[in-house]
């Protein structure tokens, strides 16, 4: 068995070194990648969405508007900046108006680079900022005080291109607070626009 691994080892690396001298010899350059992420691309997406608050957090879910920022390190492997923004309500009789605003700093991992169709995953951390917050403790009897809460997200999404430079993505992130265990949720959809 050792040997039969060994012979196909051999031919292997045989076979990869006379690939590599015939095309480095007839100037054989790799095809450039035709669509979508890759190496050293800029990205700019404005996104919109639907933010799905905790039942923990009594309130209403809405539409988020977003922005991110995109930097591809390889053809498969990009890092991400997003805020997004949106106004709601608390479930509760006073129904309180409540600002929020997402804070996220994103991995991600394009499966398909240089094709029409790019499904990815992303990880990550950030912070929601909540004003106010809603909850009601003895030091916040009226549920008034801001509040940033530190998280933690994973998400995935496919990524279609109409042209080499614009695409239209669509995703799910799960959105855990750290503290509280606070599980939200975010569908987004928006443009992506590459430069570089």
């Given at each position: 068995?050792?040997?039969?691994?060994?012979?196909?080892?051999?031919?292997?690396?045989?076979?990869?070194?006379?690939?590599?001298?015939?095309?480095?010899?007839?100037?054989?350059?790799?095809?450039?990648?035709?669509y979508g992420h890759h190496e050293g691309a800029v990205?700019?997406?404005?996104?919109?969405?639907?933010?799905?608050?905790?039942?923990?957090?009594?309130?209403?879910?809405?539409?988020?508007?977003?922005?991110?920022?995109?930097?591809?390190?390889?053809?498969?492997?990009?890092?991400?900046?997003?805020?997004?923004?949106?106004?709601?309500?608390?479930?509760?009789?006073?129904?309180?108006?409540?600002?929020?605003?997402?804070?996220?700093?994103?991995?991600?991992?394009?499966?398909?680079?240089?094709?029409?169709?790019?499904?990815?995953?992303?990880?990550?951390?950030?912070?929601?900022?909540?004003?106010?917050?809603?909850?009601?403790?003895?030091?916040?009897?009226?549920?008034?005080?801001?509040?940033?809460?530190?998280?933690?997200s994973a998400g995935g999404g496919l990524e279609v291109?109409?042209?080499?430079?614009?695409?239209?993505?669509?995703?799910?992130?799960?959105?855990?607070?750290?503290?509280?265990?606070?599980?939200?949720?975010?569908?987004?959809?928006?443009?992506?626009i590459l430069f570089g």
């Amino acid at each position: 068995m050792k040997k039969v691994a060994l012979s196909l080892a051999m031919m292997g690396s045989i076979a990869l070194a006379g690939y590599n001298s015939i095309a480095h010899a007839g100037g054989y350059t790799p095809e450039p990648i035709k669509y979508g992420h890759h190496e050293g691309a800029v990205t700019l997406t404005p996104m919109v969405g639907h933010y799905f608050f905790a039942t923990k957090r009594q309130v209403n879910n809405r539409t988020m508007l977003g922005i991110a920022l995109g930097y591809d390190f390889t053809n498969n492997w990009g890092g991400e900046l997003y805020v997004g923004r949106l106004q709601s309500s608390t479930k509760d009789s006073l129904h309180k108006g409540v600002n929020t605003t997402l804070y996220s700093a994103n991995a991600l991992y394009h499966f398909n680079p240089g094709k029409v169709f790019e499904p990815y995953l992303m990880a990550g951390v950030g912070a929601l900022d909540m004003r106010p917050n809603g909850t009601i403790t003895t030091n916040n009897p009226d549920g008034d005080d801001p509040a940033v809460q530190g998280n933690i997200s994973a998400g995935g999404g496919l990524e279609v291109f109409a042209a080499s430079r614009i695409g239209f993505r669509a995703e799910v992130r799960d959105i855990y607070t750290i503290s509280g265990g606070r599980n939200d949720f975010l569908a987004n959809a928006g443009v992506d626009i590459l430069f570089g």
